[in-house]
């Protein structure tokens, strides 16, 4: 069994707290959507290592389904207009989960 933070993990992704939760709450209804019932939850090993919590984990074959939720997120905030930030005067040659994990 998966959780959404380890499939973000092994693609080199360090979500924030609430890019966690979006993409935790997409997988989620397309769990719902797809088996009908939510995902079943374990007591994990919280992030930061103190203590446990309990999170939704998904079987492996919904591995793609995860990735896909995590790529979506990136793309929509890489495509929000930073009306503030200059252009890169090159061009970026990583994929928006990439800058992510910096």
Known sequence: MITVL???????MKPSS????????????????AVGSLPI????????????HCFAVY????R???E???????????????LFRKPPTQPQEETPCDRRSE
Not at 6 to 12: K, L, N, T
Not at 18 to 33: L, M
């Open 68 to 82: 896909a939720a995590i790529h979506r997120l990136c793309a929509d905030r890489d495509a929000q207009i930073d």
């Open 41 to 52: 939850k374990a007591l994990r090993q919280k992030t930061n290592g103190e203590g446990s």
């Open 59 to 62: 079987p492996e074959e919904f």
């Open 6 to 12: 380890d499939v973000a993990r092994e693609i080199g």
């Open 18 to 33: 609430q890019e966690a939760w979006e993409i935790g709450a997409a997988v989620r209804d397309a769990y719902e959507k």
């Open 64 to 66: 793609p389904m995860i």
